[in-house]
């Protein structure tokens, strides 16, 4: 039976460790394996010694089969002979391995673990240029694309809430220069882009979209749009009285006007936050996005998804120069919205 630890479990690394580069590239279960390792440095004097955690805890299961313990093992196994490439702003650049020791006993849940003692000055004593953030956030990912992605991307939170990256660099930095498969861009943006961006959306803290950029006809980057779910939510969460309540009804045939409201709520929430990082994708301010999503309720009814949909395939076709100026005529129109062109 799967149960969930109430365990806040926080990855800190240096933003150098972030951009590594990995040649192999680590599946997800290897990420996670590490990145669930770091959270156990609750101390700087933890570096230096043997660290442990139980697989259950990993897993979140009371009971673990045997086709896990091997699985865990196997990663393990992998992860002990990886090395990452790291490089700093002056061109230097180092091959380093994750851990110098990683072990564990038959018929014992509990893994050992030492780190690489090269790797001290990328998870403690950081003073600035570092991220953090909650374990929960990638635990769900089944990708390990979404991951790295993912560890890039809220880096970059609060930075405009945009990151634009090279995408020969990103590919570089996922390990996949030399993969045949993704050499084509339609087959790298369905089994990277779009895979992350959909595991993030769903599971994460984040929402995110993203365009690609040109430089004549070749795809040179891409932009990513980036919010944070509990920004969009806590606005909605302290303004209830702009929710309109719709009925929802159980499996008994009641309705529970209580229980309705905060489903409402929620619901909304989630819609508004992909609303909203499409519309500051466009040049809107999170302010002016808010006073969409509170006049459309970020529904398929209001007609404001087809709205987005149809400005996508204009731009496409390159019907339209100027996409901002665009909705602010439509969104006069259609919701007699109101705002000052920059």
Known sequence: MEIKFKVNRTVRKSNKLINYRDKLGLTALQQKLFLFSVTELKKKEDFGTMLSFDMRDFFGKKRLTTREYETVRNAAAQLVRTSISIKDDDGKWAELALYSKIEGQEGSSTIYFKFNQDLRPYLVN?????????????????????????????????????YEVNVDYLKEILGITEVKTYKTFPKFREKVLDKAQNEINAYSDLTISYETVKKGRTIRSIRFYISSKEEVKQDFLNHPEEVKKSEKIDFEGEITDSEQHVDVQEDLAEKAARLVTRLKAYGFTHDQALLVVKATEAKIESGIWKILYNLKIALSDKKINNPKSYLIKVFKNQYNLEFMED
């Open 126 to 162: 950081l003073r600035g240029n570092f991220t953090s953030y909650l374990y929960d956030n990638v635990v769900h990912f089944k990708s390990g694309y979404s991951v790295r992605i993912y560890e890039l991307l809220v880096r970059h939170l609060g930075w405009n809430n945009v």
